[in-house]
């Protein structure tokens, strides 16, 4: 079984916290199933979650290079430059990033509200960027952007390997077998 979860913002990837805070047991109230990765808790989007530990490490290990896309909202009006820098690879702090696809995009039509917005400034725009990248490291998306001197907003993850989002609300989830 998998589970396809479109994770809202200010969720955490876990099913319990000490702290009160909102987990994946406010959303699913199926039993023995386990993500499958991690999604930051101010990251939205695709979470796969499972009951087959060989899946969830395919899913996982890093050797298998599965893609992920995401959906990235700036600080800034993205330029080709940045988005050929996010392609060759960015130099962050753990080391090179692997090649990634990039490409400027219109924001989501399929897009929802974020709870709460997200804090805009009038006099600088944002623009919306569709990145691929076939490695996890923590925070990776943000810290690239930010390499390239467009902070990331809002980031949103639409799909792992060929799962995706589509027709799944924020908070909702689908169950599949494949």
Not at 10 to 30: M, P, Y
Not at 61 to 90: C, F, H, R, S
Request: glycine letters at 6%; one cysteine or more.
């Amino acid at each position: 079984m998998i589970i396809l979860f479109n994770k809202p913002f200010d969720v955490l990837c876990q099913f319990t916290d000490e702290q009160g805070r909102s987990t994946l047991a406010d959303f699913i109230k199926l039993k023995n199933v386990y993500a499958a990765g991690r999604l930051d808790r101010d990251s939205e989007g695709l979470l796969l979650l499972t009951d087959d530990g060989k899946l969830q490490h395919k899913i996982t290990d890093p050797k298998n290079k599965m893609q992920k896309t995401y959906w990235v909202q700036v600080e800034g009006e993205i330029t080709d430059e940045a988005i050929n820098q996010l392609e060759q690879g960015v130099q962050l702090k753990d080391g090179l990033t692997r090649p990634a696809k990039a490409k400027k995009i219109a924001e989501p039509a399929t897009l929802w509200p974020r709870k709460p917005p997200i804090r805009e400034r009038k006099q600088i725009p944002t623009s919306w960027i569709e990145l691929s990248i076939s490695e996890g490291r923590n925070r990776q998306i943000r810290r690239m952007t930010a390499a390239t001197g467009f902070p990331t907003l809002r980031l949103i993850r639409y799909s792992i390997g060929d799962w995706t989002i589509d027709n799944i609300a924020s908070g909702s989830y689908t169950v599949t077998t494949k």
